[in-house]
């Protein structure tokens, strides 16, 4: 887990994910929708996978849906994923 960056050219194909953390109020529905790849730390501080592997795109969506404002954001890496 980490904050956001781009996938690098070489990387296999994925998914790209972010989080608008200015949409993001700390309710961590995405923590239990997916929790290997969203967590919060301390009060607020949301750490999350930004480029998770393809096979979990149904853990990722989970999450993005769970979110109450939208503040998840999930794109395909552009290499066929
Ligand atoms: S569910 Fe949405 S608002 Fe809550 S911690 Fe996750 S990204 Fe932030």
């Not at 929708?33 to 930004?50: K, M, N, S, T, W």
Request: charged content about 20%.
């Amino acid at each position: 887990m980490s904050t956001p960056a781009d996938a690098s050219p070489g990387s296999p194909p994925g998914l790209r994910v972010s989080v608008d953390l200015n949409l993001c109020q700390a309710y961590a529905q995405c923590c239990f929708a997916a929790p290997q790849h969203f967590r919060i730390e301390g009060h607020e501080a949301l750490f999350y996978d930004p480029a998770p592997a393809a096979q979990h795109r149904d853990d990722i969506e989970r999450a993005r849906v769970a979110c109450p404002v939208q503040a998840i954001r999930v794109e395909d890496s552009g290499r066929g994923a």
